[in-house]
């Protein structure tokens, strides 16, 4: 019996917590416990017996830190919540710049800021129920759109597709769109036109695309002339020229997923041929 | 994807002493997992361990009926779906074991308003079959990317009529068995989450069997991160 309460205390000691550091770029699981640089030297290994004695112990150089998506703050401690690669961000100006898990997740939580493509699903009165992908549909107010005044109400139809932006979205609150920026400009935002062709894909992989150094986005552009949305909730609109080429890009970028760069490359370099 | 995996886990091997005497039969069977298996839903996974198979799917952070709405957390369903034929009284009591223990690590006060899903469909039952479903849970729900405490597993021990103590049994050695004894463990305390019990056994037993689930959580919770470790190689 003693033995056995050992090896349960020796399994409980695996799981220590890791420093945040030292494990960037690698998969994360939920409840895992992380560790800040500025942690590391007072829990660190080795640390616990011969720290310095300081003056003041209450006054620490504190680092601020923000805790991304997949972490919680639990007290001092740094706890993840969901499976994926943790990531880094280095700060602008001074601080510790942001952590935050990588998921390959296909359900969307609206993020305030996120701009997404919603599905018109009901009109009443002076606003619209948007679909989002998210748990509850978003508000979008008429007079969100450029140029729209009471007088001057949009053109917007049951089952259009809406590029916007949230102005409101947290968990307690239904989340609000709109389809202007700040100056009152669309900014690129509004109705989609009509023909293209929408698809889902991973949050994971609209993350990528919509990374600033992507190379897909630029192959894809050599390949056809085309026009391309993504949307933050996992949606892609994109059409050109023919139906045919349409659906080669929609083809494309939903294998590009679980493609190598190798892999990818040839098969672009494959279609540039014919 | 992560692709399927195997590895074999003797116990005996790894813990070297172990608490009270132990049948030659002492370890557990071989796991296979694979994710994202389903393209509907938000999360997926198929569990094997041994014989027995699992298959799990997970819906949410989705919409809910308003009857069945809670202002402060999500609402968390869990379906069992036998084999065959419809759900009767003992997949409702199992759904409810896998629900509360769900409910113990699941974070659901980040999704208020909103309805968490999980439905498993058994594909093969020989032998620990509560265990496997626990485990298909818990792959699935990481697979939606829904937010945890921790992880969870579940292990099942039976106890033979001599005493012996056999993990993750058979149907044949359950049948057998004079108890047949089912935990669910936490990946970050190894503490007991949910434990079901079945036939007679005494307290030293209990203490006995919990050590050996305890011990052999870690098994499992390794095998957890080999897989996810594998489905993000990819990436």
């Not at chain 1, 942690?39 to 080795?46: K, L, S, W």
């Not at chain 1, 640390?47 to 680092?63: K, M, T, Y």
């Not at chain 1, 005044?149 to 139809?157: D, E, G, L």
């Not at chain 2, 829904?146 to 106890?159: E, I, N, Q, Y």
């Amino acid at each position: 019996m003693a033995e056995a309460v050992a090896v349960a205390v020796e399994s409980l000691a695996g799981v220590k917590a890791r420093a945040a550091r030292t494990v960037l770029g690698q998969v994360v699981l939920p409840g895992e416990e992380l560790l800040l640089p500025e942690q590391e030297d007072a829990e660190g290994p080795g640390g616990a017996g011969e720290r310095p004695l300081r003056l003041n112990p209450g006054v620490r150089s504190r680092v601020r830190v923000v805790c991304g998506p997949g972490l919680r703050r639990c007290g001092d401690r740094l706890l993840v919540t969901k499976c994926g690669r943790l990531r880094h961000k280095e700060p602008g100006g001074g601080g510790g710049g942001v952590y935050w898990v990588d998921s390959q997740q296909k359900r969307y939580v609206p993020v305030k800021g996120d701009h997404v493509i919603g599905i018109v699903i009901a009109k009443s009165g002076d606003i619209f129920k948007v679909d989002v992908g998210g748990s509850e549909p978003a508000s979008l107010s008429y007079l969100a759109f450029e140029g729209a005044t009471k007088r001057n109400r949009p053109n917007v139809q049951v089952g259009d597709l809406i590029y916007g932006q949230f102005v409101v979205a947290n968990k307690d609150m239904e989340p609000e769109m709109v389809c202007i920026d700040s100056c009152g400009r669309a900014n690129g935002m509004g109705v989609i036109g009509q023909d293209g062709l929408l698809f889902k894909v991973t949050l994971g992989l609209i993350r990528k695309l919509l990374a600033p150094d992507c190379e897909i986005i630029q192959e894809v552009g050599k390949l056809y002339p085309l026009e391309i949305v993504f949307g933050m909730n996992g949606r892609i609109w994109v059409k050109a020229k023919t139906i045919q080429q349409t659906l080669i890009l929609a083809n494309i970028l939903e294998a590009c997923e679980h493609m190598t760069t190798d892999q990818r490359k040839q098969i672009f370099s494959r279609l540039a041929e014919r | 994807m992560a692709g399927e995996m195997q590895i074999d886990t003797p116990i005996r091997a790894e813990t070297g002493a172990e608490a009270g005497p132990r049948g030659p039969g002492c370890s557990l069977r071989h796991f296979a997992c694979e994710q994202n298996l389903l393209s509907r839903p938000d999360g997926s996974a198929s569990f094997l361990q041994g014989d027995t198979s699992v298959l799990a799917g997970v819906y949410g952070p989705a919409e809910v009926k308003v009857s069945k709405e809670i202002f402060n957390k999500a609402t968390l369903e869990v379906l069992l779906r036998p084999k065959t034929g419809l759900p009767g009284v003992a997949e409702k009591s199992r759904e409810r074991l896998i629900r509360n223990t769900c409910e113990a690590v699941v974070l659901g006060a980040l999704h208020p308003r909103t309805s968490i899903t999980v439905v498993l469909q058994v594909v093969s039952d020989a032998g620990s079959l509560l265990a496997c479903c626990l485990n298909a849970a818990c792959m699935a729900l990481v697979d939606a990317g829904v937010p945890m405490r921790a992880l969870f597993c579940g292990v099942t021990c039976a106890l033979d009529s001599d005493g012996n103590l056999v993990l993750d049994p058979t149907l044949k050695q359950e049948k057998e068995a004079r108890a047949v004894l089912t935990f669910a463990l936490d990946s970050v305390e190894r503490k007991l989450l949910m434990s079901t019990t079945k036939g007679l056994y005494s307290n030293a037993e209990l203490q006995q069997c919990l050590a050996a689930a305890q011990a052999a959580s870690q098994h499992v919770f390794h095998f957890y991160r080999e897989s996810l470790q594998r489905r993000y190689s990819k990436s």
